[in-house]
């Protein structure tokens, strides 16, 4: 009697951030323009990201998240991300953020709420005048304690991974 041997389960990542096309074009953009002067500086593990798409205007275009993961993208108050339309023009450069991001139903001038933790407290993030707000660590602290049930988890490392991108 032979005994099959199962392989190591798949590491899941939430579908959000696997498509390869979104990956190749955020590594060109990456490379070729937003970071283009800093290559020189960047080590091989500064080279990563995680991206997630979402439409958060409900305008039937997903805008795309970028989470870089290394030293040079982060310090003790958390990491830079970023947000770009469909285009891959930025709309917002976060400083200071700390994954997970929440993205709550409710829209504030058309576009979803974001919610962070900064010192151990959220923030919401409210789009105004075409960008979020880059630094949440200056916001006041958000009016509960915690996201809604119905909020959209991005970047959270246990629960919804999303997959890590060499550029």
């Not at 990456?30 to 800093?38: A, E, M, P, S, V």
Request: overall charge negative; aromatic content about 14%.
């Amino acid at each position: 009697m032979q005994t099959e041997v199962n392989a190591a389960p798949q590491e899941q990542f939430v579908p959000q951030s696997t498509d390869e096309q979104t990956a190749n074009n955020l590594i060109n953009f990456l490379t070729n323009d937003y970071l283009k002067d800093d290559l020189q500086f960047l080590q091989a593990n500064d080279r990563k990201f995680q991206f997630y798409k979402i439409d958060l205007n409900n305008d039937g275009n997903d805008e795309i998240f970028v989470r870089f993961l290394s030293s040079y993208f982060c310090g003790t108050g958390g990491c830079t991300f970023l947000l770009l339309d469909k285009y891959g023009e930025v709309i917002t450069k976060f400083t200071v953020t700390r994954a997970p991001i929440f993205v709550e139903p409710t829209k504030e001038n058309g576009w979803a709420l974001l919610l962070v933790k900064d010192s151990g407290v959220f923030k919401e993030l409210k789009f105004n005048e075409g960008t979020y707000p880059s630094n949440p660590s200056v916001l006041p602290k958000a009016p509960y304690d915690a996201p809604s049930g119905h909020a959209q988890v991005m970047f959270d490392d246990e629960l919804f991974k999303s997959k890590t991108f060499d550029f």
